[in-house]
């Protein structure tokens, strides 16, 4: 059965620095969406994708992320400059779309900043 | 803003018992999804309900939406142990036709004991 993954499953990194985080949706999926969960709470929305543009964006989203569908299969989330906060688990989710219909989640990315 | 809230935010409850999941929201949607999240994986799709009265069940668990009422529900059946997880609703509301960005529900966090 399809699934979406996602690499690396587990990233520690120093504060400040640059991580990408990287999801490889279903492949005929068309969307695709970050999502984030701080540990113990509940799933947040980061961005949606779709024709190789952001679509919609949530206020966590700021000028330190940015996304990226670099060739056909890969979807990449990229934080430029980390800070502890951003310590969470990262989810890529996919969806074929256009109606509506249930969205897939990846397995996650657990970023942990120091 | 749009604003989910399940409850109760923790559930401890025997095998064989039936208990209910609320979900409530503050915005008119008719687009509700159901996940189960397991401790440290990723989020299953339970339940797609796409319309007012929309109801579905798989095995022990049965979700139902009340779009007028702004609820869903999901109900056990007769708990067995493997039922222990985190259950999130989440809601689209108003996103771009097709652009589905979805709003997370605080999660109910369910135990069933032997």
């Known amino acids: 059965e399809p699934e979406v993954t996602q690499t690396p499953s587990h990233q520690v990194t120093q504060m400040g620095q640059e991580v990408i985080l990287r999801c490889v949706p279903i492949?005929?999926?068309?969307?695709f969406y970050w999502y984030r969960q701080i540990l113990g709470q509940k799933v947040e929305f980061l961005v949606s994708?779709?024709?190789?543009?952001?679509?919609?964006k949530s206020e966590i989203f700021d000028d330190q992320f940015s996304v990226e569908r670099p060739d056909g299969s890969n979807f990449t989330l990229k934080i430029r400059s980390t800070k502890l906060e951003d310590s969470a688990m990262y989810f890529c989710?996919?969806?074929?779309?256009?109606?509506?219909?249930?969205?897939?989640f990846g397995p996650g990315t657990r970023l942990t900043v120091l | 803003e749009l604003k989910v809230e399940q409850n109760p935010l923790f559930l401890s409850m025997q095998e064989g018992k039936n208990y209910t999941i609320y979900c409530n929201y503050s915005?008119?949607?008719?687009?509700l999804y159901w996940y189960r999240q397991d401790p440290g994986k990723s989020l299953e799709s339970l339940f797609v309900?796409?319309?007012?009265?929309a109801v579905k069940q798989e095995g022990r668990l049965m979700a139902s939406l009340d779009t007028k009422a702004r609820l869903s529900t999901l109900h056990i059946t007769a708990a067995v142990h493997d039922l222990s997880a985190t259950y999130f609703c989440?809601?689209?509301?108003?996103?771009?036709?097709?652009?589905?960005?979805?709003?997370f529900g605080t999660g109910t966090r369910l135990t069933i004991i032997p």
């Open positions: 309900l796409l319309s007012n009265g």
């Open positions: 915005t008119t949607s008719d687009r």
């Open positions: 989710a996919s969806r074929f779309g256009p109606s509506y219909n249930e969205q897939f």
């Open positions: 492949s005929n999926h068309l969307y």
């Open positions: 994708f779709y024709n190789n543009e952001i679509s919609e």
């Open positions: 989440a809601v689209d509301a108003g996103s771009n036709f097709g652009n589905e960005k979805l709003t």
